[in-house]
């Protein structure tokens, strides 16, 4: 029944809400969009579901989750060892309201402190499922998964699958998780669809335009489900908003910029930015990785330009804190940039990566510009997943995993060197020249 009505929700949004979904590409793609999964639940109202664990701080979980019933103990039972929990937390929940519909009850529990490397075993509401997760390690080496614009469909849980497939301690999202939509009961399904998985490792997340759902007039208030559902710990790095927080894992420092909020040099963000990156100790955290859904660099057809505002407001930040990599999403397919500053080679600069190529329903964007950039070192539009495996604090591999319908096969691989070890990018007359610059 429910998977009734939502299919028909879909259908009727599909045909008269998003016309271009029906636009012939006109050529054929390798991977064509596949159907969206409407996962369902198959417990009773007061079962835990969309269960999905975040990072808080140095050595806490957020652990969240929807109940359909109301009035269920917002509590998590963990502990090391399988149905033995020696230790409880008590957090919080939320709901809210959107056109006709009514969310179930969100939960969200801080557990902790818990140890790093560790397997806890986890029960949400005093009832359920068992659950666990691995804590990640406090130093290197550490390995993460990169994957943007997932959606809900075959090609998402085909994705996920090869992501399970090899081992990994924290997953990145650089925007666009459920393509809901505004369709409400689209979140509750791909909550359900990834719990599998974000039930195991930490999900860290920033918003995509997705995540925006503003009806005008109707409804106003943008990112309200978003901000229900995936909380983030953006008050322990100093911000004000779930849009945009940083938070340290393993040696890396990682930065999650809103594409969505504002960003000129007069906005919150902007001055959040300048602050956290004044703090990083780059003997500590070697690393920086930044995270945000709209590219500043994308030689692809699709959103051309539509991060161009961003960069020019923030790049000279990103640059003068030598910042590693910057990972975007929002575009359908895969592309890798050389170390870039202001539309130039730059051996001071990030490494620029384009992952939106999670599996969303939209399909791929197939179109690169041509002649290519020289700026531009790989770029393919198939589906698929990034990993970044940061070995000590001067080498990581990145690389690119595509999507072979039931395989996974690396098709994009590089070494990485951080710019904390580079004596050319640290040299004061270069650096104090950017400052007076800002
Ligand atoms: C719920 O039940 C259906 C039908 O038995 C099954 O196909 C599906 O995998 C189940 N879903 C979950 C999340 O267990
Ligand atoms: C870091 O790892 C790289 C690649 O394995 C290795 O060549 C290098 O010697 C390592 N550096 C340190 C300081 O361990
Ligand atoms: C980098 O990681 C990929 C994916 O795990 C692996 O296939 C590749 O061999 C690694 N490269 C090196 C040089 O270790
Ligand atoms: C891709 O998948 C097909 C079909 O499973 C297989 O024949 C082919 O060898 C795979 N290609 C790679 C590069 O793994
Ligand atoms: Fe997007």
Redesign the pocket.
Known sequence: MENFSLRAFFLVFTLFLCPQLLRSHGFISRQPPRPVIF????GSDSDPQQVHISLVGKDHMRVSWVTEAKQTKSIVEYGKESRRYNAVATGEHTSYKYFFYSSGEIHHVKIGPLQPSTTYFYRCGGSGPEFSFRTPPSGFPIEFVVVGDLGQTEWTASTLAHVASMDYDVFLLPGDLSYADTQQPLWDTFG?LV?PYATTRPWMVTEGNHEIEIIPIIHSGGFTSYNARWPMAYEESGSTSNLYYSFDVAGTHIIMLGSYAEFSKSSAQYKWLEADLAKVDRTKTPWIFVLLHAPWYNTNTAHKGEGESMRKAMEKLLFRARVDVVFAGHVHAYERFTRVYNNAENQCGPVYVTIGDGGNREGLALKFKNPPSPLSLFREASFGHGRLRVLNETHANWSWHRNNDSNSVVADQVWLESLSTSEACWDEGLLSLLKDEL
């Open positions: 996962t369902q639940h198959n359900r719990e």
